[in-house]
């Protein structure tokens, strides 16, 4: 069990580094910034279900991104400062960073998931007058299941872009260029029956899958599939990109 909780403390005692306190900062005033337009929201929508389904899609692209950009500059600065390499030289091991770093982006997911259902039922309560059964009602298994899902896969796909290059300022510049490119895929299919490129595409997939309130498989498993792809190219990555030639052979 050590050498689950081990990781996990290290990481918890990281997130205080003076650069991710200050990048929490900017992802809670852009999150809370977000408050006018959910509360404009709640006067345009006739039912509290359709109030929550806005409600995802507008704090769908604020919640993926603070997951992938805040790992992004924290998994950054384990390059950038050289803590990875002394934690492997303390003998942490490959494995028990990794997990150290999947279970903090799972924890960070759940407060993300916690925070958009607390402003829903605050919202529901106070703006929509409604009762604590139907606020409830509104929120699905699936929903749930697809939200946690994006949120996780977001995290480790920021994860993905920092092992493979690190550094920290390449991944922050690239993954919103990335995600600018897929968002051009939904301008070239936005009037097309068949959306290919916009299902396939994984930071597309993401969206989709977050926002999808039951269980369909299309999006699930190109999530799934982008979240193995990452997770083992990670681990490939930091296993074998620091090891000599002759030590391979």
């Not at 929508?45 to 806005?54: A, H």
């Not at 924890?107 to 919202?123: H, V």
């Not at 269980?215 to 190219?233: D, H």
């Amino acid at each position: 069990m050590n050498h689950i909780l081990l990781p996990l403390k290290i990481e918890l005692v990281k997130l205080f580094r003076k650069s991710n306190i200050l990048s929490l900062l900017v992802f809670g005033y852009l999150y809370f910034g977000m408050l006018y337009t959910v509360s404009q929201e709640t006067k345009a929508t006739p039912s509290e279900l359709d109030f929550y389904t806005n409600l995802q899609i507008i704090l769908s692209p604020i919640g993926l991104l603070v997951m992938a950009l805040f790992f992004v500059n924290s998994i950054g600065n384990d390059f950038i400062e050289g803590s990875y390499r002394k934690l492997i030289a303390l003998g942490l091991s490959v494995k028990e960073y990794l997990v150290g770093k999947l279970m903090l982006i799972l924890l960070f997911a759940a407060l993300i998931l916690l925070s958009n259902t607390a402003l829903f039922y605050l919202f529901g309560m106070v703006k929509l007058n409604s009762t604590t059964p139907i606020l409830l009602g509104c929120i699905t298994t699936p929903s749930i299941v697809n939200q946690t899902i994006a949120l996780f896969t977001a995290g480790v796909f920021g994860f993905l872009f920092v092992a493979v290059s690190r550094n920290r300022v390449i991944g922050l510049v690239f993954f919103p260029l990335w995600l600018s490119f897929e968002f051009v895929f939904r301008l070239i299919e936005y009037r097309s029956d068949t959306k290919l490129l916009t299902t396939f595409s994984p930071g597309n997939a993401l969206f989709n899958l977050y926002n999808t309130t039951n269980a369909e498989a299309k999006p699930l498993l190109v999530v799934l599939i982008t979240g193995i792809v990452s997770v083992t190219t990670i681990y490939l990555s930091l296993k074998y990109r620091d090891v000599k030639g002759p030590q391979l052979q």
